[in-house]
């Protein structure tokens, strides 16, 4: 059964920076094509962006430029790494496969955007 924890969100003010975590259990992470996801107050979860097994990334375009998908090396792991945040990045956050269907929903870790 595959296990995802979600951590590192927290309250930030616009501009700053925050890095999300997303460990892994049951599955070897490198052999799938994997995904952020968010899901703001009020709306339906969407897709943040993504990276395929070869390392290719993409990106909604609200995020480009300013989030980056990335595995962790030597971990069944990977990060988010949001940068330059705005309040409509205000989202709880969550990661999974990337394709058509998804494992089990990890806990999420919630990300404010306030000052």
């Known amino acids: 059964q595959v296990q995802l924890v979600e951590s590192g969100g927290g309250l930030v003010q616009p501009g700053g920076s925050l890095r999300l975590s997303c460990a892994v259990s049951?599955?070897?992470?490198?052999?799938?094509?994997v995904a952020w996801y968010r899901q703001p107050p009020g709306k339906q979860r969407e897709l943040v962006a993504t990276?395929?097994?070869?390392?290719?990334?993409n990106y909604v375009d609200s995020v480009k430029g300013r989030f980056t998908i990335s595995r962790i090396n030597g971990k069944n792991a990977m990060s988010l790494q949001m940068n330059d945040l705005k309040p409509e990045d205000t989202a709880e956050y969550y990661c999974?496969?990337?394709?058509?269907?998804?494992?089990?929903w990890g806990q999420g870790t919630q990300v404010t955007v306030s000052s």
């Open positions: 990276i395929t097994t070869i390392g290719t990334t």
């Open positions: 999974n496969r990337a394709g058509a269907w998804y494992w089990s």
């Open positions: 049951g599955i070897t992470l490198s052999m799938e094509d």
